[in-house]
C-alpha cells in the first residue's frame, strides 16, 4: 500500500473579494463580461468590490512537514484567470489513485476552531472530523475540533469503488459560515491508469532549500509525493514542531501563513516570494498539449463574511409588504443590496442640500432587469428614504455593512473572473464538479457546446445538490463547423497552396442555469482554440456567412455595442454637431424644403431665429436673411419683436407660411416664408397671447385661445390677413390659461387637454357652447409654466376614433403617470395607462412617428437625459417601452420634432438653466427603422382633394400595407401645436402604385401641407414626401 503524507494548513486570506482576488496577479480583475446590471461597461465598481471583501479561510497544501513552503501548483493548468496559489479559493485539490493510504495533515492557523471532513473515502471515526462524535488523544487534541496552533492527523484508504470527486470541508461548528468563507477543497481518486495533472516544476533555489532542511524529502513532481513508508522525512534544521504549530516561520504580506508568534526568518521568506513570482510566470507550469486530457475541478460555492451589523435591513420584503422607511441621521454615503438578488444594488447620500424625502422602488416584472429605481437618492440629514416592495418576488433592502454575497465558481464571480479553461477543439475535459453551497438554493452545471453520458442518456446538464460532486468527461468543442467543401481541403493532402493558417478561438459558457444566480457571476468560459486552414476567397466567404473569430491572443472582455438591440429595436440618439446660435425653445417643421425654423429667448438680442438645414448628414444652420426685429412697427422695436413665448400654426397656401405670434410680445404677429426665409409683421390680435395656442381649423382659419390673462379666442382669416373680434369664453373655462392642449376633433368641436383640469369638450362656430368637463386622474399637469404633455392618437378609418394622451408633468401625481381618454364615446372619462418607466418633471415632449407609435423624451434632471421611452397605442397594456438615453438632459424651454426621413431632431435648455440651449448641441433620434431597408416613394401628387383618391408610385407595392398623412410639428414647452396623424383608405394596388383615398374632410385633417408615408407590414415607414391636403 503506497502512503502519501498531505500536509494542510487551514490559513487566512484577509481582504479577500471574489471579483479581485489579487490585485498584483497576472490576471485582469474587477471585470463582468456579461455586463449584467450594474456592470454595462464590463466593470465591477470599487464599492461593490469593497462589499464583497472578507476574510477568506482555506486548507492551504504545503510541500513539507515543516509548513514551510506552499505548494504552488495551480488547481486548473489553463484556467487563465485562476490566482497565484497564495491569493487563491479553495487552497488545494488532492488527486490520488485505488491502492493508497493518504495520511492528511491538518494545522489550524486561524484564530478559531475548525476541523476536516472528507465525503466518500474509508476511514475510522478518528478521521471523521465531525463536531462533536469525534476522537481525542492523550495530549487533549480532538480530531472533531482543531484548536488554534493545535493540529490532527486524517487517515484515509482509497480502493476502487471510490474512484470519483469528494469535497472535504470544516465540520467543527457553525458549517456553512466556514465554507462561505472558502474552507473546502476536493479529493478526486482517479482510475488506476490515468494521469493526475502534471506538478509544477519547483525553481532550484526552492527545491535546494527544502532538500537541505528535509532528508530524503521526495519531490518527483509526477508520482504526488508517493511514498511507501509510514514516515514523514526527517527534519535538518527545521523549525522546531511547536514552532512550526505557531507559524514562528514567518508571515507573508501576500497572504501566506498566519502569523500568531515568532521572529520572521527572512530566508524563508525571500524564497516564499521568489515561489509566488516564479508561480505567475506562464512557462513555470505545464501547458497541456491537445492530446491531454484537461483535469478542471470547478466548485459551484458561495463565499460571504461573518454577519455585522447592517445599517439598516429589511429581510424578507415581500410583495404586498408595507414601505421599509428609514431616517438618515448624520451626512453620509450609505450602500445597499438585496441579499437575494444581488445584482441589485443602490445608494443613499445624505448630504446638506438633499430632498426631505426620496421614494425607491423595487421593480422586479423582468427578471432580467430587476433593480431599486432610482439607484441613487440624495436626501438632507434627516430626511426619510421608503422603499415600496415589489410585486413579484421576495427582497432585502439590505446595508453592506452586513457584506455583499457572492456565488462563486473557484472562489470567484462574474466572467473576467472565474475560470476560463483554454482547450483545443477536440481536446477531452474532465471536469470535477462539487457544490459546497449549503443553502437552499438549488444549481445546476451546464455546459455549451460540449455533452456526457448520464444514465445511458446524452445530457448537457446535470442538477446538483449541497455537498454532491461528479465527475464528466466532456470534449471542447469546435470554434467553427467548416462547410464540407472546406473541411475537405484541411487535410494537408489536399489543402490548396495559397491556403494559410488561420488561428481561432471561441468562448463556451459554463455555469448554473438558474437565471439569477448566472446573473449574479455564476458561470465561466472553455476558450476552445482551433487552426484552419483557409484560401483568401475562403476566408472572406466565411466572414460573410458566419463570421471568422480569429484568435488574437488577448484575454479581454470582448468589445460590444451594448446598445445595439436597443439601436435596432428602440433606435439611437446622436450628437447634432455645430454651433445652435439660439435656444430651441421653439420649433417649426417648413413644409416643401429639409428645414426647421428655430427660436427662442428675445430678451437681450434681436436676431432670436436660425434654420436649420438637414439636407446634408451633418446639417447646416442658416441665418434667415431678416428677422422680426427688422419689419417691427415702429421699426426695430425688441419688444415688438421679442417672440419668446409665442404660439404657431400653419397658413394653408402654396407656400406653407407660417403664422407666429405672441409671447412677450403679446398682441404682435408675424409670418414666415418657407422658400424665402423672409419675416415679415402681419395686423396684431386684440387680446394680448401670451403661452396661448394656435391652430388651424377645418376651413383654413387660424384659431388662438387664452394665454395671458385673456378668456377668449380669436380667428385669423388668411385670405384678408386679419384677426376677428375675440368671442368670450364661459366663467366655466377661466382655468385655462397657459398653452391649452387644444385639438380640433373629427366631429368639429375642440377638446382641451389640459394642462389644466378639469378637461374640456366644446362646441365654438356660433360663440363657445356646450361645454363638458372631465376631470383628469393626476389633476393637474403644470403649476407655473408648462411640465407636462399631449398627443392626439392617430385617427385611423374608417370611425377616425379620437384618442387623447397626456403624460407627465411636475406636480407630485402627474410626475411619472399617463392617461388615455376615448371621446367617441357616449360618456368620456380618463383612464390610466402603465407609468412611464420615469418620472419626467422637467418639461418633456411627445413626438407622433410615422409607424403610430408615440415617442417620448425629456424632461428628466441627471447626468444625462435619461432613456427615451416608446408607446404602442396599438398596444396599450404593453404600457411604455424604455429606449435610448440621451446624453444631454432637456428641461423647461426645449422641444422635440419629427423630420421628414422619420427622425426626431431635440434640443433647448438643460433643466433649471435657462439660455443654457444657446450653446448646447441638439441631438438626433433616429428610431428602430432608420437603418432598416425601407419602402420608396418613387411619384405622387403634390396635391389632393379631400375624398379623392390618389396614386402613389413605389417599386414594392405588394408589400405596402399601410399609408398616412403627419402634419409637420410646431411645438414649444412639450406641447406640439399642429401634430396629427392620419391613416389613408386604402384602394388597391397596381403593379407600381399604392392606390389610396384622401381623407374625408378638415375636421379630420385640417388643410394644409404634410408628410406623406407608406409602412410595410412590419410598421416600416419611408421618408416622409410633402403633399398639400386641400
Known amino acids: 500500500m503506497a502512503i502519501r503524507n498531505i500536509y494542510l494548513k487551514i490559513e487566512q486570506l484577509p481582504g479577500y473579494s471574489p471579483v479581485e482576488p489579487s490585485g498584483h496577479a497576472a490576471a485582469n480583475y474587477r471585470r463582468d463580461c456579461m455586463r449584467n446590471p450594474g456592470h454595462e461597461d464590463g466593470t465591477i465598481p470599487l464599492a461593490e468590490v469593497d462589499a464583497r471583501r472578507l476574510t477568506a479561510l482555506?486548507?492551504?497544501?504545503?510541500?513539507?512537514?515543516?509548513?514551510?513552503?506552499?505548494?504552488?501548483?495551480?488547481?486548473?493548468?489553463?484556467?487563465?484567470n485562476e490566482p497565484v496559489f497564495a491569493h487563491r479559493v479553495p487552497g488545494t485539490v488532492i488527486y490520488t489513485h485505488p491502492g493508497d493510504h493518504l495520511h492528511i495533515k491538518v494545522v489550524n492557523g486561524d484564530t478559531m476552531p475548525h476541523s476536516f471532513h472528507v465525503h466518500g473515502l474509508s476511514y475510522g471515526i478518528d478521521s471523521d472530523g465531525s463536531w462533536p462524535f469525534g476522537t481525542q488523544s492523550t495530549d487533549g487534541r480532538r480530531s472533531d475540533k482543531i484548536c488554534p496552533g493545535q493540529y490532527w492527523v486524517y487517515h484515509f484508504t482509497i480502493t476502487d469503488e471510490m474512484k470519483g470527486a469528494w469535497p472535504f470541508h470544516?465540520?467543527?461548528?457553525?458549517?456553512?459560515?466556514?465554507?462561505?468563507?472558502?474552507?473546502?477543497?476536493?479529493?478526486?481518486?482517479?482510475?488506476?491508469?490515468?494521469?493526475p495533472p502534471h506538478r509544477m516544476v519547483l525553481p532550484p533555489m526552492v527545491a535546494s532549500y527544502l532538500k537541505s532542511k528535509f532528508e530524503d524529502l521526495k519531490l518527483d513532481h509526477d508520482d504526488h509525493e508517493r511514498d511507501d513508508r509510514d514516515t514523514e522525512p526527517v527534519a535538518h534544521d527545521a523549525p522546531a514542531p511547536a514552532a512550526v504549530l505557531l507559524g514562528s516561520h514567518g508571515g507573508h504580506e501576500h497572504g501566506v501563513g498566519?502569523?500568531?508568534?515568532?521572529?520572521?526568518?527572512?530566508?524563508?521568506?525571500?524564497?516564499?516570494?521568489?515561489?509566488?513570482?516564479?508561480?505567475?510566470?506562464?512557462?513555470?507550469?505545464?501547458?497541456?498539449p491537445h492530446t491531454e486530457i484537461l483535469h478542471v475541478p470547478m466548485f459551484i460555492h458561495q463565499m460571504s463574511k461573518v454577519k455585522g451589523a447592517a445599517a439598516f435591513n429589511k429581510s424578507p420584503f415581500s410583495p404586498g409588504d408595507a414601505p421599509f422607511e428609514v431616517v438618515f441621521g448624520a451626512a453620509g454615503t450609505f450602500g445597499y443590496h438585496c441579499e437575494i438578488h444581488t445584482s441589485m444594488q443602490g445608494t443613499v447620500v445624505v448630504e446638506p442640500g438633499g430632498l426631505a424625502e426620496a421614494v425607491v422602488a423595487i421593480i422586479d416584472a423582468d427578471p432580467m432587469n430587476m433593480r431599486f429605481d432610482p439607484l441613487e437618492v440624495h436626501i438632507q440629514p434627516g430626511g426619510k428614504v421608503r422603499w415600496t416592495a415589489g410585486t413579484v418576488h421576495t427582497h432585502t433592502v439590505t446595508e453592506n455593512g452586513a457584506g455583499l454575497p457572492s456565488l462563486c465558481l473557484n472562489g470567484r464571480s462574474f466572467i473576467g473572473n472565474t475560470p476560463t479553461i483554454v482547450a483545443h477543439a477536440g481536446q477531452t475535459i474532465h471536469w470535477y464538479v462539487f457544490n459546497l453551497d449549503l443553502g437552499v438554493g438549488w444549481h445546476n452545471f451546464h455546459v455549451h457546446g460540449q455533452r456526457w453520458k448520464f444514465a445511458n442518456e446524452t445530457i448537457d446538464s446535470r442538477s446538483i445538490g449541497p455537498a454532491e460532486s461528479f465527475v464528466v468527461e466532456t470534449t471542447a468543442p469546435p470554434v467553427i463547423l467548416l462547410p464540407a467543401d472546406i473541411a475537405a481541403t484541411q487535410d494537408p493532402k489536399h489543402r490548396p497552396r495559397d491556403a494559410r493558417a488561420y488561428h481561432l478561438r471561441g468562448d463556451f459558457l459554463f455555469h448554473c442555469h438558474v437565471e439569477m444566480h448566472m446573473m449574479q457571476g455564476l458561470a465561466g468560459l472553455v476558450r476552445s482554440k482551433q487552426t484552419v486552414w483557409l484560401t483568401a476567397d475562403q476566408a472572406r466567404r466565411l466572414r460573410a456567412e458566419s463570421g471568422l473569430a480569429l484568435d488574437d491572443g488577448s484575454n479581454t472582455c470582448p468589445t460590444v455595442d451594448d446598445h445595439r438591440c436597443e439601436e435596432f429595436n428602440c433606435g439611437k440618439w446622436e450628437l447634432v454637431p455645430g454651433a445652435t446660435d439660439v435656444c430651441m425653445m421653439h420649433a417649426i417643421l417648413l413644409p416643401n424644403t429639409q428645414r426647421v425654423l428655430l427660436f427662442g429667448?428675445?430678451?437681450?438680442?434681436?436676431?432670436?431665429?436660425?434654420?436649420?438645414?438637414?439636407?446634408?448628414?451633418?446639417?447646416?444652420?442658416?441665418?434667415?436673411?431678416?428677422?422680426?426685429?427688422?419689419?417691427?412697427?415702429?421699426?426695430?422695436?425688441?419688444?415688438?419683436?421679442?417672440?419668446?413665448?409665442?404660439?404657431?400654426?400653419?397658413?394653408?397656401?402654396?407656400?406653407?407660411?407660417?403664422?407666429?405670434?405672441?409671447?412677450?410680445t403679446p398682441r404682435e404677429s408675424f409670418s414666415f416664408d418657407p422658400a424665402t426665409l423672409q419675416w415679415s409683421r402681419v395686423v396684431p390680435t386684440t387680446d394680448e397671447r401670451f403661452y396661448s395656442t394656435t391652430l388651424t381649423l377645418a376651413d383654413g382659419k387660424l384659431m388662438t385661445l387664452f394665454g395671458s390673462a385673456s378668456?377668449?379666442?380669436?380667428?385669423?382669416?388668411?385670405?384678408?390677413?386679419t384677426w376677428a373680434p375675440p368671442v368670450a369664453t364661459p366663467g366655466t373655462m377661466a382655468h385655462h390659461q397657459y398653452y391649452p392642449w387644444t385639438y380640433q376633433l373629427p366631429s368639429g368641436k375642440l377638446f382641451i387637454a389640459g394642462p389644466h383640469e378639469p378637461?374640456?369638450?366644446?362646441?365654438?362656430?356660433?360663440?363657445?357652447?356646450?361645454?363638458?368637463?372631465?376631470?383628469?386622474?393626476?389633476?393637474?399637469?403644470?403649476?407655473?409654466?408648462?411640465?407636462g404633455t399631449s398627443v392626439l392618437l392617430p385617427l385611423r378609418p374608417p370611425s377616425y376614433t379620437p384618442q387623447v394622451l397626456i403624460a407627465g408633468g411636475d406636480p407630485a401625481p402627474a410626475q411619472q403617470t399617463a392617461e388615455i381618454i376615448d371621446l367617441s364615446v357616449a360618456t368620456p372619462a380618463w383612464t390610466a395607462l402603465p407609468n412611464l418607466n420615469r418620472?419626467?418633471?422637467?418639461?418633456?415632449?411627445?413626438?407622433?412617428?410615422?409607424?403610430?407609435r408615440i415617442f417620448l423624451a425629456g424632461g428628466i434632471d441627471g447626468m444625462d437625459g435619461g432613456p427615451a421611452?416608446?408607446?404602442?397605442?396599438?398596444?396599450?397594456?404593453?404600457?411604455?417601452?424604455?429606449?435610448?438615453?440621451?446624453?444631454?438632459?432637456?428641461?423647461?424651454?426645449?422641444?422635440?420634432?419629427?423630420?421628414?426621413?422619420?427622425?426626431?431632431?431635440?434640443?433647448g435648455d438643460r433643466p433649471g438653466a435657462w439660455k443654457s440651449g444657446e450653446t448646447t448641441a441638439h441631438e438626433r433620434y433616429f428610431p428602430w427603422y432608420y437603418p432598416l431597408a425601407r419602402p420608396e416613394i418613387s411619384a405622387a401628387p403634390t396635391s389632393v382633394g379631400y375624398g379623392t383618391s390618389f396614386d402613389i408610385q413605389t417599386p414594392t407595392p405588394a408589400g405596402i400595407t399601410e399609408v398616412v398623412l403627419l402634419r409637420p410639428g410646431a411645438v414649444t414647452h412639450g406641447w406640439n401645436q399642429s401634430q396629427r396623424l392620419v391613416e389613408c383608405v386604402r384602394l388597391g394596388n397596381t403593379a407600381t402604385a399604392v392606390q389610396v383615398q384622401a381623407p374625408p374632410n378638415g375636421n379630420i385633417a385640417p388643410p394644409g401641407y404634410y408628410l406623406l408615408f407608406i409602412l410595410t407590414g412590419a410598421r416600416i415607414p419611408s421618408s416622409g414626401r410633402w403633399i398639400r391636403v386641400i
Open 601 to 664: 429667448y428675445g430678451d437681450t438680442r434681436d436676431d432670436l431665429s436660425r434654420v436649420w438645414d438637414y439636407s446634408t448628414a451633418a446639417g447646416s444652420l442658416v441665418t434667415p436673411p431678416n428677422q422680426p426685429f427688422d419689419v417691427t412697427i415702429p421699426l426695430h422695436s425688441r419688444p415688438m419683436a421679442n417672440i419668446w413665448s409665442a404660439e404657431h400654426a400653419f397658413i394653408n397656401d402654396v407656400a406653407g407660411t407660417v403664422l407666429v405670434h405672441g409671447g412677450f
Open 58 to 80: 482555506i486548507y492551504r497544501e504545503y510541500l513539507d512537514p515543516g509548513y514551510l513552503l506552499p505548494k504552488p501548483d495551480k488547481l486548473v493548468l489553463t484556467d487563465i
Open 258 to 288: 498566519h502569523v500568531l508568534t515568532g521572529p520572521i526568518d527572512f530566508d524563508l521568506r525571500a524564497r516564499r516570494d521568489f515561489l509566488e513570482e516564479w508561480s505567475q510566470l506562464h512557462y513555470a507550469h505545464h501547458r497541456p
Open 759 to 787: 378637461t374640456q369638450r366644446f362646441d365654438w362656430t356660433t360663440g363657445v357652447m356646450n361645454v363638458e368637463s372631465f376631470p383628469t386622474i393626476a389633476g393637474n399637469r403644470s403649476t407655473g409654466g408648462e411640465r
Open 170 to 195: 470544516d465540520h467543527a461548528r457553525h458549517i456553512a459560515e466556514s465554507i462561505n468563507r472558502g474552507l473546502f477543497g476536493g479529493i478526486v481518486v482517479l482510475p488506476r491508469a490515468h494521469r
Open 869 to 907: 421611452e416608446i408607446f404602442d397605442p396599438r398596444n396599450p397594456g404593453a404600457g411604455w417601452e424604455l429606449c435610448a438615453t440621451m446624453s444631454i438632459p432637456r428641461g423647461y424651454h426645449s422641444a422635440a420634432i419629427l423630420l421628414a426621413d422619420g427622425s426626431v431632431l431635440m434640443g
Open 711 to 721: 378668456k377668449s379666442i380669436e380667428i385669423f382669416d388668411p385670405s384678408t390677413g
Open 839 to 852: 418620472p419626467r418633471m422637467h418639461q418633456v415632449n411627445t413626438v407622433l412617428l410615422p409607424d403610430g
